[in-house]
């Protein structure tokens, strides 16, 4: 999602759904890629899915003793991928190489999901590739960077290290993290609220106990967000339809890491 630079966390809302299956997910891709055919929706990226590697950093258990409030300090490190051909309905959209992204540090507040809409405020900047690849495998660095550091380069980092009592002469350990697959499609008439189209988003976030598959779209507001569900609702129908059995789609009550911190989908 959007990153800030300055002092104050950005708060984000979002409507979030579980899709329960695979063969859903895939369906609701497929109608999404049609629909891009017919001039109704634009494909991001360039038609290529964002590999999405999160890690959780911590410093002797005191961001983890923040919990259950299930503030994160969270590193973010993306590749974009080629467009999975299976999908792919015109030419213009040949394959790639797959191709590093800038990453994200993020310090994250607890997310609160009330019907479907999640809110979380967040703290996030992107950093160079090669320093998240150095936080990430400090234990393999002769000079791992330090919390100090870092924070004297990166404003989230400090302001985490502020808020949990890092120590400036220590550096951070990855205690956990998960990998999704992002494709976006930005929604044509779709109003998210900020005065842009919104952005529907398909991941496929892949845990040590499992797969889970959700649709999120970003929007401005929390009246936006009612809307825009609403919206959704009636996308999912048209590509999924609804049988006796209903979409096999409904409103999420657990984000992405709190799924990680139950252990279970």
Not at 172 to 201: I, P, Q
Request: hydrophobic share 40%.
């Amino acid at each position: 999602m959007g990153g800030s630079t300055d002092n104050t966390p950005k708060l984000e809302v979002e409507v979030k759904r579980r899709i329960g299956t695979r063969a859903a997910f895939d369906a609701i891709a497929q109608h999404l890629y049609r629909q891009a055919a017919q001039g109704n929706v634009v494909v991001l990226d360039g038609g290529c899915p964002i590999e999405q590697r999160d890690a959780f950093v911590d410093q002797n258990g005191r961001i983890a003793a923040s919990q259950p409030q299930y503030s994160v300090l969270r590193i973010r490190r993306r590749v974009r991928l080629p467009p999975p051909p299976q999908l792919l309905l015109e030419a213009d959209y040949a394959p790639r190489e797959v191709h590093p992204l800038p990453a994200l540090v993020t310090l994250k507040g607890p997310t609160v999901i009330v019907e479907g809409v999640a809110t979380a405020t967040e703290d996030e900047q992107e950093i160079a590739d090669e320093l998240a690849g150095r936080i990430l495998r400090a234990e393999e660095d002769a000079r791992p960077p330090t919390v100090g550091e870092l924070a004297a380069a990166v404003g989230v980092v400090a302001r985490a290290a502020g808020r949990f009592g890092l120590e400036d002469g220590a550096g951070l350990e990855v205690v956990g993290g998960y990998t999704t697959v992002r494709r976006r499609f930005e929604m044509r008439g779709w109003d998210a609220g900020d005065g842009a189209n919104a952005v529907v988003e398909l991941d496929e976030t892949a845990y040590t106990f499992g797969t889970m598959h959700e649709i999120e779209v970003e929007t401005g507001s929390q009246q936006a967000a009612e809307a825009v569900g609403q919206l959704v609702d009636r996308m999912v129908g048209e590509a999924v339809g609804t049988g006796p059995g209903g979409t096999g789609v409904g409103a999420a009550v657990v984000s992405k890491y709190g799924v990680y911190l139950r252990g279970e989908l």
